[in-house]
């Protein structure tokens, strides 16, 4: 017998799991999803996977993590995996009571130059939750990114906004688009640029396209999305990196560096060092450089290497 529709883990993740735990409380959603991360990790497969990503990571950054990190990166699997929907149904009073922002005075001073902001983003924490906790404040943002999926009704809301100036629906990337209109959306963002707002890229990505320049990632040499940089040296926009990070309690902690210098040739090299040292740091929120296929391929690579050319770490 044939069923006409795939099951899979997300439909019952996100329309059960994560609102039934929401209900429970702010607090109490948080502990119950990182009991479920731990719980998820007891599964051989999934233990044994964690242990080895771990490692290639910790040989590539040369980092020497204790034991327990492997159990605080399980804990927060099923946090990174609820992004932002824990926010769900609430007021922007009760949703910015939940987070800490440090270095947003950058942002301000950025935004008060009336030049425009780039803020460049990425795969690690709590990064849709930030930038829910960046619009909740009021910052006109645009996503010139791969429109995320899975998310809370307000960030779907702000996604699917027509109205105003610079409409959301004409920014969204896609992973193999002709020439032309990956053009036409840079000429969207430089616009928007022009008019104040702030515009939004993943700096993490690796991207398959003449606006990709190289750099080098876990150990990794690839190339990576990088028309946040040239638009930097256009328009002259501040360029902001963002880092979010989950917190006890369901809390999130949001720093926005000081502007990052746009020189387009060397600023993807400099912003993946200041990712990595994200990660050194907090290696239980790197959840998506330890388990996604593209950045798994990396570390498996590197570590291969080293093992064959017996090279120290």
């Known amino acids: 017998m044939k069923f006409p529709v795939r099951l899979g883990w997300k439909p019952i993740f996100y329309k059960a799991i994560v609102p039934a735990l929401r209900r429970l409380g702010r607090q109490r959603c948080d502990l119950a999803l990182g009991m479920l991360g731990r719980a998820v990790s007891l599964w051989p497969a999934r233990g044994r996977g964690h242990r080895r990503a771990l490692s290639d990571a910790s040989l590539s950054l040369r980092a020497g993590w204790p034991e327990s990190t492997r159990r605080d990166l399980a804990r927060n699997v099923s946090r990174f995996a609820a992004r932002d929907c824990p926010l769900d149904g609430t007021t922007d009073a009760e949703a910015l009571a939940r987070f800490t922002f440090s270095g947003w005075e950058h942002l301000q001073a950025a935004i008060d130059a009336g030049r425009g902001v780039i803020l460049v983003g990425c795969h690690f924490g709590a990064y849709l939750s930030g930038l829910h906790g960046i619009m909740r404040r009021g910052v006109p943002i645009r996503l010139l990114a791969q429109r995320p999926s899975h998310v809370s009704g307000y960030l779907q809301a702000r996604l699917d906004d027509a109205e105003g100036p610079h409409p959301q629906s004409g920014f969204f990337l896609r992973r193999h688009m002709p020439a032309g209109e990956g053009a036409e959306k840079l000429l969207k963002a430089r616009a928007a640029l022009r008019d104040g707002l702030a515009v939004y890229f993943c700096g993490d990505v690796p991207w398959p396209s003449s606006h990709a320049r190289p750099g080098r990632f876990l150990g990794r040499d690839l190339r ?38 746009p020189d387009p040739v060397t600023a993807v090299p400099r912003y993946l060092e200041r990712l990595e040292r994200e990660i050194l740091a907090r290696p239980d929120e790197a959840v998506a450089y330890l388990s996604w296929p593209c950045y798994r391929a990396a570390a498996r690579d590197v570590a291969t290497r080293r093992v064959l050319l017996m090279q120290p770490v």
């Open 224 to 261: 990576f999305q990088a028309a946040w940089a040239d638009l930097a040296a256009i328009t002259g926009a501040a360029v902001l990196p963002v880092f979010a990070h989950h917190e006890p309690g369901g809390r999130y902690a949001v720093q926005i560096d000081p502007p990052f210098p």
